[in-house]
Nanobody, 121 residues
Framework: QVQLAESGGGLVQPGGSLRLSCAASGSAVSGSAMRWFRQAPGKQREFIAIITAGGSTDYADSVKGRFTISRDNAKNTVYLQMNSLKPEDTAVYYC???????????????WGQGAQVTVSS
């Protein structure tokens, strides 16, 4: 089993910055891609960013140039640095990974509980 836990959410003014952390436990996730998603009230979950096991990154157009995903394998943690925040960035942010379950012998999704990010003046 892999458990993910986000932290670092909060209230920030437009133009401000926030850094989210996603700590994995139960197993190392260094060999797996890690992703960030977000879901605003009344909207579908939206892909935000991905970082592969090799460190390659990609971003949704809506956050490209403003957000940076990174990982620290020694800490089994992935980060999302959010700069130049806009009100439309307000959402619950989730980290996600897929891992091989030794019990089910299948790929399983692991999701964090979500971190609320509110961008408002």
């Amino acid at each position: 089993q892999v458990q993910l836990a986000e932290s670092g959410g909060g209230l920030v003014q437009p133009g401000g910055s926030l850094r989210l952390s996603c700590a994995a436990s139960g197993s190392a996730v260094s060999g797996s891609a890690m992703r960030w998603f977000r879901q605003a009230p009344g909207k579908q979950r939206e892909f935000i960013a991905i970082i592969t096991a090799g460190g390659s990154t990609d971003y949704a157009d809506s956050v490209k140039g403003r957000f940076t995903i990174s990982r620290d394998n020694a800490k089994n943690t992935v980060y999302l640095q959010m700069n130049s925040l806009k009100p439309e960035d307000t959402a619950v942010y989730y980290c996600q990974t897929a891992y091989f379950s030794s019990t089910t012998r299948t790929l399983e999704d692991a999701w964090g509980q979500g971190a609320q990010v509110t961008v408002s003046s």
